[in-house]
């Protein structure tokens, strides 16, 4: 028989909190009312998605009317690049960005760069760390509209120096946008930003729920048709059921966060040591002190990732390689290329509230085994 599966992939999709299934559930019978029409039923669904705003924006420690509720991480991404950059487009059409934002960012920037703009990607060093020297420089080049800063990478856990970017972007009258969908209910947002998203179901939340945060002040335009919903930006009605619940478990995880880093720190500084020292040729990548407290990476040298992937899930491991969103793609990761580390045989391992230190030392048994049978296969042995 075998044993039962460990799901280690979080950074993409952590599994549903408990408490965002209650909320669901509640307000699929309580809210699926237009909470723009004025009778009962409405009103009921407008004081349900009006807690909801509260609820997030008090979590994120910003105004509720600074935050509007998405249809995903993505099209909040989407929105904050070419808003910030339509609202900006008086003061120049330069879009400042990191080397490993993630892919919606960066697609956001080529469709920017098509239609006649410009962009800048700042370099990172080998930890997967933003280059401030070069950063500064770039923001204050004439015709910067908007700098975006990824606030931890998704793909190696290194933290970004957003504090100090953001004090380069303030000198030089440049807002930032700051994705922070991998610190959003697990990490303190650092200050600095103008605009900010996060996605639901990296905290547990339900898929297809996003935040657009634009602070006051900022200018912003959205790039979408005219639509009077969410401040006008963001078009269509919100699936209210899912937005009550991404609230609620937003609201839990925060709560439990502070004591989830210090659970799920040591058993991935564990992953690190061990993977480290029990499987030959491979390179533990990412900063290993400023980096997010439940994420891991690590390159094996003569083994195809998506071999190695497979080879894991069939003993049970659910794990990403490289991004998830270029998993389909046969090239490596952007991220990996920028950092300039080995990219084969590549594992991210992100841990969540409901993995286990037994699971944990489960995967350190099985991994080095799963390893050398597939560089045996591959005819490298003696290593």
Request: hydrophobic share 50%; proline share 6%; charged share 20%.
């Given at each position: ?215 006051k002040g900022t200018r912003w335009e959205s790039p979408w048709p005219a639509d009077e919903r969410e401040s006008g930006r963001t078009p269509g009605v919100v699936n209210l059921p899912a937005v009550v619940a991404a609230a609620a478990s937003l609201r839990a995880a925060a709560a439990e966060a502070g004591a989830e880093t210090a659970r799920l720190a040591p058993l991935v500084d564990r992953i690190r040591a061990r993977v480290a020292a029990e499987v030959p040729d491979v390179e533990v990548v990412g900063d290993p002190v400023d980096r997010l407290p439940h994420l891991v990476t690590f390159s094996c040298l003569y083994v195809d990732g998506e071999a190695l ?75």
């Open positions: 028989m075998s044993a039962s599966p460990v799901y280690l992939d979080a950074a993409t999709a952590a599994p549903l909190h408990p408490v965002a299934r209650q909320a669901l559930l509640a307000a699929l019978d309580d809210g699926w009312a237009d909470p723009d029409r004025l009778y009962r039923q409405a009103r009921r669904a407008r004081q349900l998605l009006d807690a909801a705003r509260e609820a997030a924006a008090q979590a994120v420690g910003v105004r509720a009317d600074e935050l509007s509720f998405t249809p995903s991480g993505t099209s909040a991404a989407h929105s904050a690049v070419l808003g910030g950059l339509a609202g900006r487009r008086r003061a120049g059409d330069a879009l400042v960005h990191s080397a490993i934002e993630h892919s919606a960012v960066l697609h956001a920037g080529e469709r920017h760069v098509a239609a006649g703009g410009r962009a800048t990607s700042v370099p990172v060093d080998r930890l997967g760390r933003l280059d401030l020297d070069a950063w500064s420089a770039a923001v204050a080049a004439p015709g910067v509209a908007l700098a975006a800063l990824i606030g931890a990478s998704h793909e190696v856990g290194t933290v970004q120096p957003v504090p100090a970017a953001a004090a380069a972007c303030a000198a030089a009258g440049v807002p930032l946008y700051v994705d922070a969908a991998q610190l959003v209910g697990r990490v303190p947002v650092p200050a600095g930003w103008s605009v900010l998203t996060a996605s639901a179901h990296k905290w547990g939340g339900p898929p297809g729920v996003g935040l657009l945060v634009v602070r992937l497979h080879a894991l899930d069939r003993r049970g491991f659910a794990v990403s390689s490289g991004s998830s969103c270029t998993s389909s793609t046969l090239r490596p990761s952007h991220v990996l290329e920028a950092m300039g580390v080995l990219s084969h045989g590549n594992v991210r391992v992100s841990l969540h509230r409901e993995t286990t230190e037994a699971e944990v030392e489960r995967f350190l048994a099985e991994l080095p085994g799963v390893v050398a049978d597939l560089r045996a296969e591959a005819g490298v042995t003696g290593l």
